[in-house]
């Protein structure tokens, strides 16, 4: 006959069992609808920029109610093809310095105050604005998340197909994203992005893009708005933007090291 003990072990083993067969049965659960796989594929292969080193500046203008608007400004260094970037804060003077380097999957903070790196993941709010670090590189959504179709709707003046996004692994930047695609273009205007609980956390609307080469793309003005914090958003710009070649060593912990002395 079993003990209280021994019921106890009985249980857990049970529920534990539950869990790990749980975790497969949610997965199968899930399937990428073809046709959001090619719009996501379609707008992918305008905004990464493998065949492209680029150079550009964004500013960050955070506005908050009750208190002055907060300005950052970043240089990006970014190639595509090795899924690299490198960022530098050069604005404002308590910001210099600092900075991120992504190597693939791997992303890390710089602490110049410390001289030492912190690895970060993409839910890092870059400089505690209401920009996430994923914004700036090369995206892999189809590996990232489940995509399907969540309708047609019409967003300012554009037509556009709704793409739902559930993610796939924990280290993303939201659990569910919706992606707003106008049908002239297959460009995003809007991205909304939730809690697991299917709570709106973040608004991003696109409002404008440059082309810089065949069929590629850069946006030039974005705004984020948070959705828990009542009037709190940060308009983003691009500039200097530039197609020139990047030295190899731009891409690396020693060019942020040596940049913040």
Do not use: H, M
């Given at each position: 006959m079993f003990n209280r003990a021994t019921q106890s072990r009985a249980v857990a083993a049970l529920a534990l069992s539950a869990l790990v067969f749980a975790a497969p049965l949610a997965a199968q659960a899930k399937a990428t609808d073809p046709k959001a796989a090619a719009l996501v594929t379609a707008f992918e292969d305008k905004l990464n920029l493998e065949s492209l080193d680029v150079t550009n500046t964004f500013t960050l203008v955070q506005k908050k109610e009750g208190e002055s608007d907060r300005v950052l400004r970043i240089q990006i260094y970014r190639r595509d093809r090795a899924d690299t970037f490198t960022l530098l804060f050069q604005y404002p003077e308590s910001e210099k310095g600092k900075g991120y380097w992504r190597s693939k999957d791997d992303l890390y903070l710089y602490l110049p105050s410390t001289r030492?790196?912190?690895?970060?993941?993409?839910?890092?709010?870059?400089?505690?604005?209401?920009?996430?670090?994923?914004?700036?590189?090369?995206?892999?959504?189809?590996?990232?998340?489940?995509?399907?179709?969540?309708?047609?709707?019409?967003?300012?003046?554009?037509?556009?197909?709704?793409?739902?996004?559930?993610?796939?692994?924990?280290?993303?930047?939201?659990?569910?994203?919706?992606?707003?695609?106008?049908?002239?273009?297959?460009?995003?205007?809007?991205?909304?992005?939730?809690?697991?609980?299917?709570?709106?956390?973040?608004?991003?609307?696109?409002?404008?893009?440059?082309?810089?080469?065949?069929?590629?793309?850069?946006?030039?003005?974005?705004?984020?708005?948070?959705?828990?914090?009542?009037?709190?958003?940060?308009f983003l710009t691009n500039d200097a933007i530039s197609t020139d070649k990047i030295a190899d060593y731009t891409f690396s912990k020693a060019f942020l090291e040596e940049k913040s002395r």
């Open positions: 030492e790196f912190v690895y970060r993941n993409r839910k890092d709010d870059v400089g505690g604005s209401d920009v996430r670090a994923d914004l700036f590189g090369k995206t892999d959504t189809l590996g990232q998340y489940w995509a399907s179709i969540a309708g047609t709707v019409k967003v300012s003046t554009w037509d556009c197909d709704v793409v739902r996004l559930d993610a796939k692994k924990l280290d993303v930047s939201y659990p569910i994203q919706k992606w707003y695609l106008r049908k002239t273009d297959g460009l995003p205007v809007k991205v909304e992005n939730f809690s697991a609980g299917e709570t709106l956390l973040r608004t991003s609307y696109y409002l404008d893009y440059k082309k810089i080469a065949a069929d590629k793309y850069i946006f030039t003005k974005l705004l984020a708005v948070d959705a828990l914090e009542k009037g709190q958003k940060t």
